[in-house]
């Protein structure tokens, strides 16, 4: 089993940023895609961004240019920098993993979630 632990959310003011950290620890052999997905009161969970073990990048066009996604495939760990934050960036941010064990099974695994509250 894959254990996801996100890091980093609070409350922050219109403008300020804050970054998310998601670290994975199981029987881990590869992690073949990364994520961040948010789900706010009332609203369906979307995705943030994404990013593959090579680099490419996908990220919501509401985040374009103001969040970035990175990873250090090392340590098994994801990232999400986010900067000039806006009231409707409130939500509850999920890490998400997809990758295999080291017996070569697939494996998705989610977070918990980090609470990300911008106040106007």
């Known amino acids: 089993q894959v254990q996801l632990v996100e890091s980093g959310g609070g409350l922050v003011q219109a403008g300020g940023s804050l970054r998310l950290s998601c670290a994975a620890s199981?029987?881990?052999?590869?992690?073949?895609?990364m994520g961040w997905y948010r789900q706010a009161p009332g609203n369906k969970r979307e995705t943030v961004a994404t990013i593959t073990s090579g680099g490419t990048t996908y990220y919501a066009e509401s985040v374009k240019g103001r969040f970035t996604i990175s990873r250090d495939n090392a340590k098994n760990a994801g990232y999400l920098q986010m900067n000039s934050l806006k009231p409707e960036d409130t939500a509850v941010y999920y890490c998400?993993?997809?990758?295999?064990?080291?017996?070569?099974?697939?494996?998705?695994?989610w977070g918990q979630g980090t609470q990300v509250t911008v106040s106007s």
């Open positions: 199981g029987s881990i052999f590869t992690i073949d895609t």
């Open positions: 998400n993993a997809n990758g295999h064990y080291s017996n070569a099974r697939l494996f998705t695994s």
